[in-house]
Nanobody
Framework: QVQLVESGGGLVQAGDSLRLSCAAS?????????????MGWYRQAPGRLRELVAI???????TYADDVKGRFFISRDNDKTTVYLQMNSLKPEDTAVYYC??????????WGQGTQVTVSS
């Protein structure tokens, strides 16, 4: 089992920045990371489906949603257990619950509990 714990959400104004963090933990995590496909971030706004924001693969390749390219940046620690999402130039439409996700071979998916990001205009 893998646990994902997010932090860093909050209420900001349009144009501000926020940094989200997601720490992975669990039994035999080092071995499990050998089977990691990717870690990343999804978000879900009220009345909308959960959508991909950004992911980073075990090899370090990144993928971003079109509407966050150039504003959001995903990174991770060298041990691959913590993933970050640097969000710049935030817009009201970025308001959502942001979820950390991890996909392992299988596939087996794990999700964090979510952290609220609210951007006021």
């Amino acid at each position: 089992q893998v646990q994902l714990v997010e932090s860093g959400g909050g209420l900001v104004q349009a144009g501000d920045s926020l940094r989200l963090s997601c720490a992975a933990s669990g039994r035999l995590l080092e071995l499990k990371l050998l089977e990691l496909n990717y870690m990343g971030w999804y978000r879900q706004a009220p009345g909308r489906l959960r959508e991909l924001v950004a992911i980073i693969t075990r090899g370090g390749s990144t993928t971003y949603a079109d509407d966050v390219k150039g504003r959001f940046f995903i990174s991770r620690d060298n041990d691959k257990t913590t993933v970050y999402l640097q969000m710049n130039s935030l817009k009201p439409e970025d308001t959502a619950v942001y979820y950390c996700a991890a996909r392992f071979l299988g596939p087996r998916d794990y999700w964090g509990q979510g952290t609220q990001v609210t951007v006021s205009s």
